[in-house]
């Protein structure tokens, strides 16, 4: 019972520390003058993955033997299958009950047609421009996560090397978000009080790095133990190990990222909560990965091939429907259909 207590009270205290970690992650953007775009593709994500990148990197350098060292392989390819899968899943499950409270509380006799298109998921999320500005998210995503899936079926001695290489691809991809010419949208233009002082106008920078900060560590360790009494709570439910590390320990790794999703969401900041998951794939993509390459033989099994197909399946239906414009809440939602199909064929595999 102790382990269930637990593991809710580590969700709730992610989820009230995303929303005081978004809240200072918007005026960091604004203090450091960089596009609103950038500020969940590189600050918010950057934040949020952090803490993941450390213990890949603990667990690749510091783990005594290959099993230890291949946790951190593992969390290289099961934090982009749950972004990819879960992630946009639940954000555009979110966007479906936001639309569907918004008709709820419409007034009657008001215009249904638009409604209900909205309500049911039916009304694109943006522009043609948005679509492109996302959709270039996900091509650069994909064919560095191919090479990744390629490079753990092959092996030749100068592969450690190509961690370098990843890092390098996230550096470009940082340099152009930065610097890029992100026009400003009506998405949350106007900035909420600073949680650390709230009545200030303009808060003080020490202020924004202070909450900033604070609220990172409290995300890192309060998901770290929600990931410990997944690991207790697996077997009392009659799963293997194995099956918990596979298959519930990405989500847990990445319920940050989920949270600021759901309460960007909630906010009406849509660009923003798809722009942080982009984001954090990018970096799961690349820095993880590069360490995994520099440490470890970075071979997969059956298991990890299967969460690479699944990985380039979601983000590859994904791709397709924002080049069409016709990427959805609905649509989006179905995305985390491709995590029930992961799961389905880990049976066989792990049989």
């Known amino acids: 019972m102790l382990h269930f207590v637990l593991l809710i009270a580590c969700a709730v205290a992610i ?82 009950l936001q639309r569907r409270k918004r008709r709820a509380a419409a007034p009657a006799g008001a215009p249904a047609s638009g409604a209900a298109a909205d309500a049911n998921g039916d009304a694109p999320l943006g522009t043609e421009r948005d679509m492109r500005r996302l959709a270039k998210d996900q091509t650069w995503f994909l064919p560095v996560f191919v090479v990744k899936v390629a490079l753990g079926l092959v092996a030749f001695a100068f592969k450690p090397v190509l961690g370098l290489a990843f890092f390098a691809v996230y550096a470009v991809y940082f340099w152009r978000e930065i610097r890029g010419d992100h026009e400003e949208d009506d998405e949350g233009v106007e900035l909420e009080p600073l949680k650390f002082q709230p009545r200030a106008a303009s808060p003080a920078t020490w202020a924004v790095v202070a909450q900033t900060l604070v609220t990172l560590v409290v995300i890192f360790f309060a998901s ?63 820095v993880p990965s590069g360490l995994g390459l520099l440490f470890t033989s970075w071979h997969f099994d059956s298991a990890l091939l299967w969460s690479g197909v699944i990985t380039m399946a979601a983000i590859g239906y994904l791709l397709l429907t924002m080049r069409a414009h016709k990427l959805t809440a609905g649509r989006l939602a179905v995305a985390a259909g491709f995590y029930v199909v992961f799961g389905l064929g880990l049976i066989p595999i792990l049989a």
Request: hydrophobic share 55%; proline share 4%; glycine share 10%.
């Open 15 to 96: 989820y009230l520390s995303c929303e005081w970690f978004v809240n200072a992650v918007e005026w960091l953007g604004e203090r450091l003058n960089v596009g609103r775009m950038a500020v969940g593709t590189i600050l918010a994500a950057f934040g949020t993955a952090l803490p993941e990148s450390v213990v890949t990197l603990v667990a690749v350098t510091t783990g005594a033997t290959p099993e230890a060292k291949n946790i951190g392989v593992g969390a290289a390819m099961g934090g982009p299958l749950a972004l990819a899968t879960v992630a946009y899943g639940v954000t555009g499950a979110m966007l479906l």
């Open 224 to 286: 770290q133990l929600f990931v410990h009494q997944l690991d207790a709570i697996g077997p009392m439910l009659g799963l293997s190990a194995s099956v918990t590390a596979l298959l519930l320990s990405p989500i847990a790794t990445e319920l940050p990222e989920i949270m600021n999703a759901v309460i960007w969401v909630r906010q009406g900041k849509t660009k923003l909560a798809l722009a942080n998951i982009s984001g954090a794939m990018m970096i799961q993509a690349t």
